[in-house]
């Protein structure tokens, strides 16, 4: 009988060390990545004690100049801001404050130009997240300010009412001047097309709620390292809303109008209310991105990602208090990417508390604004777009590549793929879009208006369509990104131009040496 293979008794000794230093590794590791699984979903839910009053964003002055047009002025400038949650304050940076900046304000039609002067000895730029205007004017890369500058863009304001936001747009530095806080609301007016019975008094019952999440050092400074394992990048375990770490607001009358924007790094909200006895409650949506929806819709949960606006119409009886929170979010991906993306998480975010005796609201409107209506088949062009890694269609960000010419008047569909196991979203520049479908399925509610960032889940493709109606330029181009700031920074981005129909410049052309200029 041939004996079993036994080694020798020295290399058994050598191998059972061995096994016992693997088996001590794979524990050390099985343990820590238990302790990062563990600490890496955020709850604060019933945790936030909610003691201070909403801050809301003053209203930028501004003074009509010789030429009509409506003129702001914004300095970026370096600042300390307490947030709120005792301890000494962090350094920050905003706009002509400490933190954030003004709402600008202006109606469709209207002529604006905003002097934006750099003050915080870096070089950045302030974009328009969300405006329909010439490239040049955009406040994208291209448009940087260096210290001490003063830039000014003009335009006409030429688009529907809408919350839309402006923020810095420095090539691989975006994430860190939003993060120390630099950003404000933008909005727009259309008064003879928008119903007077929706609530529209700023900071009265119309609220601007800017969502952000932060993470504090021992010594109160702003931290904006990610935590381990994170795909998308910074998740902070501190909500702030407009500034402020647990913030409530007085409701006076029987509706409030909440402006949301998702004006955070990477953290994905799927915000609802609840209310003191524990339970859901309704709200109704009525914009989106780009403006009204055509009619309010009743939802329970709207989920914003990065760079995405909502805006809300919450009704309270006398009295009564409700909590919005940002539940868990279906964010598509594997248990593994949903957990270190911040998809667990569970967060407090703002008190609403009404007053014991409410003034009355009108109904809401049944019709808001005319619908969206940009049909597939007029579509000239269908482009793709694949999200993987990060970067787009396998390229990398080049300041100096364009990677998509538009012919201006056309109407396109643009296809975005997210290939990898990642969350990421897309955004546009110049224009707002229609969501024709999410894998084949028409819309839900809150992608039936216009947007100009979607979120683009794990392995599936929204497919957009959108209008380049006017600003032709062969020179300037616009943006098209992924707004998770750390993808964005890391050349998850690309440039299109549009032009005059016939003009010769291609796809992959540089942008200082291509074709004509006319
Ligand atoms: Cu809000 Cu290209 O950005
Ligand atoms: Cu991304």
């Known amino acids: 009988m041939p004996r079993t293979f036994r080694p020798p008794r020295r290399a058994r000794r050598v191998l059972g060390r061995v096994l016992v230093v693997v088996l001590a590794l794979a524990g050390l590791s099985a343990g820590l990545l238990g302790f990062a699984w563990t600490t890496a979903a955020v709850d604060t839910a019933d945790d936030v004690d909610?003691?201070?009053p909403l801050p809301i964003p003053p209203l930028?002055?501004?003074?009509?100049?010789?030429?009509?047009?409506?003129?702001?002025?914004?300095?970026?400038?370096?600042?300390?801001?307490?947030?709120?949650?005792?301890?000494?304050?962090?350094?920050?940076?905003?706009?002509?404050?400490?933190?954030?900046?003004?709402?600008?304000?202006?109606?469709?039609?209207?002529?604006?130009?905003?002097?934006?002067?750099?003050?915080?000895?870096?070089?950045?730029?302030?974009?328009?997240?969300?405006?329909?205007?010439?490239?040049?004017?955009?406040?994208?890369?291209?448009?940087?300010?260096?210290?001490?500058?003063?830039?000014?863009?003009?335009?006409?304001?030429?688009?529907?009412?809408?919350?839309?936001?402006?923020?810095?747009?420095?090539?691989?530095?975006?994430?860190?001047?939003?993060?120390?806080?630099?950003?404000?609301?933008?909005?727009?007016?259309?008064?003879?097309?928008?119903?007077?019975?929706?609530p529209n008094q700023y900071g009265?019952?119309?609220?601007?709620?800017?969502?952000?999440?932060?993470?504090?050092?021992?010594?109160?400074?702003?931290?904006?390292?990610?935590?381990?394992?994170?795909?998308?990048?910074?998740?902070?375990?501190?909500?702030?809303?407009?500034?402020?770490?647990?913030?409530?607001?007085?409701?006076?009358?029987?509706?409030?109008?909440l402006r949301l924007l998702n004006g955070s790094n990477a953290r994905i909200y799927n915000f609802g209310l609840v209310g003191s006895d524990g339970e859901e409650r309704g709200m109704h949506l009525v914009g989106t991105d780009g403006g009204l929806l055509s009619a309010p819709a009743a939802i329970d949960r709207v989920m914003l990602s990065p760079g995405e606006r909502a805006e809300v119409v919450v009704s309270m009886t006398p009295g009564e208090t409700m909590t919005l929170c940002s539940f868990p979010a279906d964010l598509g991906a594997d248990f593994w990417n949903e957990r270190f993306s911040g998809g667990d998480d569970t967060v407090d975010v703002l008190e609403l508390r009404a007053a014991d005796d409410l003034d009355p609201s009108p109904q809401l409107p049944d019709r808001l604004a005319p619908a969206p209506d940009l049909r597939a088949n007029d579509a000239m062009v269908t482009r793709s777009f694949r999200l993987g890694g990060t970067n787009i269609n396998g390229r990398d960000m080049d300041m100096n590549r364009i990677d998509e010419v538009v012919r201006v008047g056309d109407t396109e569909v643009w296809e975005a793929r997210n290939a990898g196991g990642t969350p990421?979203?897309?955004?546009?520049?110049?224009?707002?879009?229609?969501?024709?479908?999410?894998?084949?399925?028409?819309?839900?509610?809150?992608?039936?208006?216009?947007?100009?960032?979607?979120?683009?889940?794990?392995?599936?493709?929204?497919?957009?369509?959108?209008?380049?109606?006017?600003?032709?330029?062969?020179?300037?181009?616009?943006?098209?990104?992924?707004?998770?700031?750390?993808?964005?920074?890391?050349?998850?981005?690309?440039?299109?131009?549009?032009?005059?129909?016939?003009?010769?410049?291609?796809?992959?052309d540089a942008l200082d040496n291509h074709g004509d200029h006319q």
């Open 60 to 198: 930028a002055d501004s003074t009509v100049d010789d030429d009509g047009r409506r003129v702001f002025d914004l300095r970026l400038q370096s600042g300390r801001t307490d947030f709120g949650r005792g301890g000494p304050a962090a350094d920050t940076w905003g706009i002509n404050g400490d933190y954030l900046g003004p709402t600008l304000r202006a109606e469709r039609g209207e002529q604006v130009a905003v002097q934006v002067t750099n003050d915080v000895g870096e070089t950045t730029t302030l974009h328009w997240h969300g405006m329909h205007l010439p490239a040049v004017m955009d406040g994208g890369p291209q448009q940087t300010v260096g210290p001490g500058e003063t830039w000014e863009p003009t335009w006409r304001i030429d688009q529907p009412a809408a919350t839309l936001w402006y923020h810095p747009h420095l090539h691989g530095e975006t994430a860190p001047h939003v993060y120390r806080g630099l950003a404000g609301l933008f909005l727009l007016d259309d008064p003879g097309n928008t119903p007077s019975s929706l």
């Open 204 to 257: 009265v019952d119309d609220l601007p709620v800017i969502v952000q999440d932060k993470a504090f050092t021992d010594d109160g400074q702003l931290d904006d390292e990610a935590p381990i394992f994170s795909p998308t990048g910074f998740l902070g375990d501190t909500i702030v809303v407009n500034g402020t770490v647990g913030p409530y607001a007085e409701v006076t009358s029987e509706r409030v109008r």
């Open 424 to 508: 990421h979203n897309f955004h546009v520049h110049g224009v707002q879009f229609q969501v024709i479908d999410v894998d084949g399925d028409p819309p839900p509610p809150q992608l039936s208006g216009w947007k100009d960032t979607v979120y683009v889940a794990p392995d599936s493709t929204v497919r957009l369509i959108m209008r380049f109606d006017a600003y032709p330029d062969p020179d300037n181009p616009f943006m098209f990104h992924c707004h998770l700031l750390r993808h964005e920074d890391q050349g998850m981005m690309g440039q299109f131009l549009v032009v005059e129909r016939g003009h010769d410049v291609q796809p992959g």
């Open 50 to 52: 909610f003691t201070r």
